[in-house]
Protein backbone atom coordinates (compact mmCIF):
# COMPACT_ATOMS: atom_id res chain seq x y z
CA UNK A 1 0.00 0.00 0.00
CA UNK A 2 1.20 3.65 -0.94
CA UNK A 3 2.53 6.02 2.03
CA UNK A 4 -0.64 8.13 1.13
CA UNK A 5 -2.96 5.63 1.13
CA UNK A 6 -1.28 4.84 4.86
CA UNK A 7 -1.68 7.87 6.50
CA UNK A 8 -5.45 7.99 5.49
CA UNK A 9 -5.97 4.64 7.14
CA UNK A 10 -4.32 6.17 9.87
CA UNK A 11 -6.08 8.63 10.12
CA UNK A 12 -9.35 7.05 9.86
CA UNK A 13 -8.54 5.29 12.80
CA UNK A 14 -8.00 8.07 14.46
CA UNK A 15 -11.04 9.43 13.42
CA UNK A 16 -13.47 6.46 14.92
CA UNK A 17 -11.83 6.44 18.39
CA UNK A 18 -12.14 10.13 18.57
CA UNK A 19 -15.76 9.91 17.57
CA UNK A 20 -16.01 7.28 20.56
CA UNK A 21 -14.61 9.43 23.18
CA UNK A 22 -16.98 12.53 22.26
CA UNK A 23 -19.96 9.75 22.57
CA UNK A 24 -19.04 8.92 25.84
CA UNK A 25 -18.24 12.70 27.14
CA UNK A 26 -21.63 13.53 25.56
CA UNK A 27 -23.26 10.91 27.95
CA UNK A 28 -20.76 12.24 31.01
CA UNK A 29 -22.48 15.56 30.45
CA UNK A 30 -26.04 14.54 30.00
CA UNK A 31 -25.67 12.55 33.26
CA UNK A 32 -23.81 14.85 35.11
CA UNK A 33 -26.73 15.97 37.21
CA UNK A 34 -29.05 13.05 37.82
CA UNK A 35 -29.00 12.07 41.31
CA UNK A 36 -29.13 8.61 43.36
CA UNK A 37 -32.58 7.56 43.48
CA UNK A 38 -33.23 6.09 47.22
CA UNK A 39 -30.48 6.83 49.90
CA UNK A 40 -28.90 3.61 48.98
CA UNK A 41 -28.58 4.22 45.85
CA UNK A 42 -25.50 4.64 43.57
CA UNK A 43 -25.70 7.91 41.24
CA UNK A 44 -24.32 7.82 37.24
CA UNK A 45 -20.79 6.91 37.51
CA UNK A 46 -18.66 9.04 35.06
CA UNK A 47 -16.68 6.92 32.23
CA UNK A 48 -13.20 7.23 30.60
CA UNK A 49 -11.98 5.83 27.38
CA UNK A 50 -8.43 4.71 26.40
CA UNK A 51 -6.72 4.08 23.57
CA UNK A 52 -4.09 1.47 22.48
CA UNK A 53 -2.33 0.43 19.48
CA UNK A 54 -2.76 -2.09 17.41
CA UNK A 55 -0.65 -3.66 14.66
CA UNK A 56 -2.28 -3.80 11.05
CA UNK A 57 -0.58 -6.29 9.25
CA UNK A 58 -1.74 -5.13 5.38
CA UNK A 59 -0.14 -1.78 6.85
CA UNK A 60 2.74 -3.03 8.50
CA UNK A 61 2.19 -0.16 10.75
CA UNK A 62 0.17 0.87 13.94
CA UNK A 63 -3.01 2.31 14.19
CA UNK A 64 -5.22 3.25 17.17
CA UNK A 65 -8.14 1.91 18.57
CA UNK A 66 -10.13 2.10 21.81
CA UNK A 67 -9.19 -0.27 24.79
CA UNK A 68 -11.84 0.12 27.47
CA UNK A 69 -14.76 2.67 28.38
CA UNK A 70 -14.42 1.82 32.22
CA UNK A 71 -16.40 4.01 35.37
CA UNK A 72 -13.81 6.63 36.66
CA UNK A 73 -12.92 5.35 40.00
CA UNK A 74 -13.04 8.92 41.73
CA UNK A 75 -15.36 9.39 44.79
CA UNK A 76 -19.04 10.64 43.86
CA UNK A 77 -19.92 14.11 44.72
CA UNK A 78 -22.07 15.35 47.81
CA UNK A 79 -24.69 17.21 47.80
CA UNK A 80 -26.67 19.25 50.70
CA UNK A 81 -30.74 18.44 50.25
CA UNK A 82 -32.30 16.84 53.07
CA UNK A 83 -36.02 17.47 51.25
CA UNK A 84 -34.80 15.17 48.69
CA UNK A 85 -35.85 11.41 48.95
CA UNK A 86 -33.16 9.84 48.29
CA UNK A 87 -30.72 11.93 51.06
CA UNK A 88 -29.32 10.19 53.52
CA UNK A 89 -30.07 11.07 57.63
CA UNK A 90 -27.32 13.63 57.62
CA UNK A 91 -29.13 15.23 54.57
CA UNK A 92 -26.60 14.60 52.01
CA UNK A 93 -27.90 13.03 48.31
CA UNK A 94 -24.97 11.20 46.15
CA UNK A 95 -24.52 13.07 42.77
CA UNK A 96 -22.48 11.78 39.85
CA UNK A 97 -18.35 12.01 39.67
CA UNK A 98 -18.95 14.50 36.75
CA UNK A 99 -16.58 17.67 36.74
CA UNK A 100 -18.66 19.75 33.26
CA UNK A 101 -15.56 22.11 33.15
CA UNK A 102 -13.23 18.76 32.89
CA UNK A 103 -15.57 17.00 29.97
CA UNK A 104 -15.99 20.37 28.23
CA UNK A 105 -11.87 20.41 28.60
CA UNK A 106 -12.05 16.53 26.96
CA UNK A 107 -14.90 17.32 24.58
CA UNK A 108 -12.24 20.32 23.19
CA UNK A 109 -9.44 18.18 22.96
CA UNK A 110 -11.25 15.66 21.45
CA UNK A 111 -13.12 17.91 18.96
CA UNK A 112 -8.89 19.08 18.24
CA UNK A 113 -7.65 15.73 17.40
CA UNK A 114 -10.78 14.90 15.43
CA UNK A 115 -10.28 18.12 13.27
CA UNK A 116 -6.42 17.50 12.62
CA UNK A 117 -7.14 14.03 11.66
CA UNK A 118 -9.43 15.39 9.23
CA UNK A 119 -6.83 17.49 7.71
CA UNK A 120 -4.57 14.72 7.38
CA UNK A 121 -7.54 12.70 5.18
CA UNK A 122 -7.76 15.95 3.30
CA UNK A 123 -3.96 16.51 2.25
CA UNK A 124 -3.42 13.26 1.09
CA UNK A 125 -6.63 13.22 -0.86
CA UNK A 126 -5.08 16.35 -2.50
CA UNK A 127 -1.70 15.12 -2.72
CA UNK A 128 -3.38 12.20 -4.66
CA UNK A 129 -5.37 14.19 -6.81
CA UNK A 130 -2.10 16.38 -7.58
CA UNK A 131 -0.26 13.10 -8.28
CA UNK A 132 -2.87 11.91 -10.46
CA UNK A 133 -2.59 14.73 -12.23
CA UNK A 134 0.84 14.92 -13.03
CA UNK A 135 0.77 11.48 -14.85
CA UNK A 136 -2.05 12.35 -17.21
Do not use: C
Request: glycine share 2%; aromatic share 4%.
Amino acid sequence: MDPLMNSSKIAQSGLKVQTQRLRVISENLANADSLAQTPEGLPYQRKTVTFKNELDREMGTKLVKVDKVRPDSAEFQRRYDPKHPAADRDGYVLAPNVNPLIEMMDMREAQRSYEANLQVIQTSRAMMDRTMDLLK
